[in-house]
C-alpha cells in the first residue's frame, strides 16, 4: 500500500485508493487534458474534483503540491524508481505519463521532438491566446471599454487556428496518422473556444475546413468523451 502522507493535499482530499495516479483536477482545457490521456492510456487513477470557484487551488494543502495554484496536478505514487512523484503543468503530465507508458508519443528521436514542439505550441501561445479571448469576449472582460484587447487576442486566435489548419493539410491529427499528446493538447482548447467561450462566429471558425473536421474526430473518441467530464463536480 502506497503511503502518500507526505503531501499534505492527501489531508485535504484524502486517497481512497492511494496505489492509483492521484488526479487534482477540474474539467477546463488544461484540465481535460489528463484526464483524456489517463483514459486514453487505461492507466488506473483516482480523480479529485479541485473547485477553482472556490479558490480551493490557493489554499495551502493544494499550494504545497502545486506552488502556482493551478490544475491539474498528479501524484504518481509508482513514479520512477517506485517512488511517489508529484507533478503540476499540463504539458510535462502528458509527457510523463507518455514516457511512463510508453504510448501516445512516437519512439523515433525525430517524430518525438516533433510532436513535442506542439505541445509546446499549445502551452506557449493556444492555451494562453484562446484563454485571453474567452475573457475579454465572455468573462469581465466585456465591460472593459477600449475593445483593443479584444481584437488583439481575435487576431491572434484567428492566426494560430490557421496554423493548426495549414499543419492539418493531409493530415487527421497533427502528426499525421498517428493520434498523440499532441492532439490531447488542443482538442478541449478548441472546443472551449467555440463551445463555452462561443467565440466561433468571432474567430470565423466556419471558415475552416480541416479545424472543425479534426475536432470532430477527436470528440468522437470514447476515451475523449469520458475525459471531458473528468473529475466529476460533487453533487
Do not use: C
Not at 40 to 60: M, S, V
Not at 90 to 114: C, F, N, V
Not at 168 to 186: K, N, P, Q, V
Amino acid at each position: 500500500m502506497a503511503d502518500l502522507s507526505a503531501f499534505p493535499i492527501s489531508t485535504r482530499w484524502p486517497a481512497q485508493h492511494p496505489d492509483r495516479i492521484q488526479l487534482y483536477s477540474t474539467p477546463t482545457p488544461n484540465g481535460v487534458k489528463v484526464s483524456i490521456m489517463l483514459e486514453e492510456t487505461g492507466l488506473a487513477y483516482e480523480p479529485h474534483f479541485i473547485d477553482i470557484g472556490k479558490n480551493e487551488t490557493w489554499i495551502p494543502e493544494y499550494l504545497a503540491l502545486n506552488p502556482n495554484g493551478k490544475i491539474p496536478a498528479i501524484i504518481d505514487p509508482n513514479g520512477p524508481g517506485g517512488k511517489p512523484l508529484a507533478l503540476f503543468e499540463s504539458g510535462a503530465i502528458l509527457l510523463y505519463l507518455a514516457e511512463k507508458t510508453g504510448q501516445l508519443l512516437p519512439s523515433d528521436p525525430a517524430r518525438r521532438y516533433e510532436t513535442i514542439q506542439w505541445v509546446f505550441f499549445q502551452m506557449a501561445a493556444v492555451g494562453p491566446m484562446f484563454g485571453q479571448l474567452g475573457f475579454f469576449h465572455k468573462f469581465a472582460g466585456r465591460e472593459i471599454e477600449d475593445k483593443r484587447p479584444l481584437e488583439r487576442y481575435r487576431n491572434e486566435s484567428k492566426r494560430l487556428l490557421g496554423v493548426l489548419e495549414t499543419r492539418l493539410d493531409g493530415r487527421d491529427w497533427i502528426m499525421g496518422e498517428d493520434y498523440t499528446i499532441a492532439d490531447i493538447s488542443l482538442l478541449g482548447w478548441v472546443r472551449n473556444l467555440i463551445g463555452f467561450y462561443g467565440a466561433g462566429e468571432l474567430v470565423e471558425f466556419d471558415s475552416l475546413k480541416r479545424v472543425p473536421a479534426w475536432l470532430e474526430r477527436g470528440l468522437a473518441r470514447p476515451a475523449v468523451q469520458r475525459g471531458l467530464t473528468i473529475p466529476a463536480r460533487p453533487e
